[in-house]
């Protein structure tokens, strides 16, 4: 029997780990003289009170969707994966390669061969860390934070000496051509008649990463590679036993998860930026570690999470604007919420098993 309801774990818990967080940032705040109501008021007026607010807090969401599916994934094969930064930064290296040296036609087909080439450039990124894994036995932490490290030397490498402009003092590469520039929410609600603003970053690429929560939930809980990649990660011998190799699902599940993590290029270099830089990732590969663990690895909890991200982070950057709370503590905002939803997430779990065990003790 269970210690506490599904919708407990899945609905209760965050939000309680969310209020004490909340509650935490509120006493850092006004620690420094700042009127806590008033900075949340800001925050929600940033980022939710105008379609340019909207606009960056759905650009930012986009990005934590992709790289916290990708560590889903890898969590329901029970691995880490922490390299969601490097293979991100590799799947813009694809949507370059794409965009850059092909001729498109039309922005929706240099979409299409772009999202493939970032999926693929992060999915081999992600490649020899889960054959490490599987035939090695090296562990999967070690070795994907060593391939960040390898990633964002390689792209600077091949950003400063291979890919920049002629002439160009800066780290980056041409500006991809018009053809392949994506629409914006502007672009696509204009014709229903729906304003929105022109200079919010928010791309059709939403479009793809909420298509892509439907197809890894389908691929999760409706297919037969899911059910042995859930099946692994909650007992490698129990899966042995019913006949699933243990190297085959450590390398499928690490290569879906580099995959996703390598297409959220598609918003940020190929969407936003329009051409490859450094530091385009900017985080957002670690932040997607928060997002699964707060979404429970489940596809519809991580769309949640990435929003509540996406609105910390637009929020957070409105607040660094308009006080005089500094950035960096800002951080440390954004930082007790994830340690709140992701570390101490049993310090809320343990309390609430034990009261729901005595509520059916009385019950009984």
Not at 38 to 67: D, E, H, I, P, R
Not at 156 to 184: C, I, Q, W
Not at 242 to 259: E, Q
């Amino acid at each position: 029997m269970e210690k506490m309801p599904t919708w407990a774990d899945a609905v209760l818990v965050p939000l309680i780990s969310l209020l004490l967080a909340a509650i935490l940032s509120a006493l850092v705040i006004i620690g420094i003289g700042e009127d806590p109501v008033a900075a949340v008021k800001l925050m929600v007026q940033g980022s939710l009170g105008s379609t340019y607010g909207w606009g960056y807090t759905l650009y930012y969401a986009t990005n934590f969707m992709f790289t916290g599916l990708a560590v889903a994934v890898a969590f329901h094969a029970r691995m880490f994966n922490i390299g969601g930064e490097g293979q991100a930064m590799l799947g813009g290296l694809g949507v370059a390669v794409v965009c850059l040296y092909m001729p498109w036609p039309h922005w929706s087909l240099a979409l299409i061969f772009a999202t493939l080439s970032s999926a693929v450039f992060g999915a081999a990124w992600a490649f020899l860390p889960a054959y490490l894994q599987a035939k090695r036995g090296s562990h999967i932490v070690i070795t994907t934070i060593m391939f960040n490290f390898i990633a964002a030397a390689l792209l600077n490498y091949l950003l400063v000496n291979v890919m920049r402009p002629k002439g160009s003092m800066d780290p980056a590469t041409a500006k991809f051509p018009e053809t392949t520039h994506l629409p914006t929410l502007h672009d696509i609600l204009e014709p229903f008649g729906i304003a929105f603003s022109k200079a919010a970053p928010a791309n059709v690429s939403l479009i793809v990463a909420i298509t892509a929560c439907v197809a890894v939930y389908f691929l999760i809980w409706r297919t037969r590679l899911g059910y042995e990649i859930r099946a692994f990660g909650h007992s490698e011998s129990g899966a042995k036993y019913a006949g699933i190799s243990p190297v085959k699902i450590t390398v499928v599940a690490m290569l879906i998860s580099g995959g996703l993590a390598g297409m959220m290029a598609i918003n940020n270099v190929m969407g936003e930026g329009e051409r490859l830089i450094m530091n385009s990732t900017e985080g957002a590969g670690f932040i997607g570690i928060a997002v699964a663990l707060m979404g429970r690895s489940h596809p519809f909890g991580v769309f949640l999470a990435a929003i509540l991200f996406g609105f910390l982070y637009q929020g957070g950057a409105e607040l660094a604007l308009w006080t005089t709370i500094p950035r960096e503590l800002i951080v440390v905002i954004q930082a007790l919420v994830i340690l709140f939803t992701g570390a101490l997430d049993n310090m809320v779990r343990m309390p609430l098993e034990k009261l729901f065990l005595l509520f059916r003790k009385g019950d009984a």
